[in-house]
């Protein structure tokens, strides 16, 4: 079975400081690893992916994750933050090469940002 | 491009009753996905389709769901009678084909059983 972890229910940041989301996985095979964002009454976005390759993959609105298969892990960064980053973040994993597409998600993290 | 739709956006119903969620995924998408989040918990995997064939149904509570996506495009999920702890966020998603294609997700439609 396929999990993921978020350790951290909110982290709190100062705007133009750095900020990281925590994300670990346990999965059968090789994971393709997402980060979804959701802002208040709306659906979740998607932000980036690593499927295979470069460990450090850059998506939407200057974030990026780090892949760290020796520590199974997936965290979210970004160098500057912004007051507009303030959002839960979920991570995700699947596992197609176990015949499985379904997401399974982390319980998501709160990010503040402030001002 | 238009996105996922869902409808309703929210729904009160009493337990006992009926209710049938409808998704419009993207045009094109053969991969149509459906999720729920209840309150303070993770978002669970219900059921995944590849066109109008159920591929995956592992994450269905029990037999009072039933999802449908005749001809391969809209999908409904039907709770059939509602329960109180079926209330929650369900979210529908798709994707195209291939496996490692990000999903894309609707606004979801809150549900609150009374």
């Known amino acids: 079975a396929q999990s993921v972890a978020q350790p951290e229910d909110q982290v709190n940041v100062a705007e133009g400081n750095p900020l990281t989301v925590k994300c670990t996985y346990s999965v059968s095979g090789n994971p393709y690893l997402f980060w979804y964002v959701q802002y208040p009454n709306r659906g979740l976005q998607f932000l980036l992916k690593y499927i295979t390759g470069d460990n450090l993959v850059k998506g939407s609105y200057g974030f990026e994750a780090e892949f760290n298969k020796s520590q199974t892990s997936f965290h979210l960064k970004k160098p500057s933050a912004l007051v507009s980053d303030s959002a839960l973040y979920f991570c995700?994993?699947?596992?197609?090469?176990?015949?499985?597409?379904?997401?399974?998600f982390g319980k998501g993290t709160k990010l503040s940002v402030i001002p | 491009e238009a996105g996922v739709t869902q409808f309703p956006s929210h729904s009160v119903i009493e337990k006992g009753q009926t209710v049938t969620l409808r998704c419009d995924p993207i045009?094109?998408?053969?991969?149509l996905y459906w999720y729920r989040r209840v309150m303070g918990k993770e978002i669970k995997f219900l059921l995944h389709f590849v066109k109008e064939s159920k591929q995956d149904e592992s994450g269905m509570p029990n037999n009072r769901f039933l999802a449908e996506r005749t001809g391969g495009t809209y999908s409904t999920l039907k709770v059939q009678p509602a329960e109180l702890e079926d209330s929650g966020v369900y979210f529908c998603?798709?994707?195209?084909?291939?496996?490692?294609?990000?999903?894309?997700f609707g606004p979801g439609t809150r549900l609150t059983v009374l």
């Open positions: 045009s094109g998408h053969d991969n």
């Open positions: 998603a798709s994707s195209p084909r291939e496996a490692h294609n990000e999903q894309f």
């Open positions: 995700a994993v699947s596992a197609p090469g176990a015949g499985s597409y379904q997401l399974t």
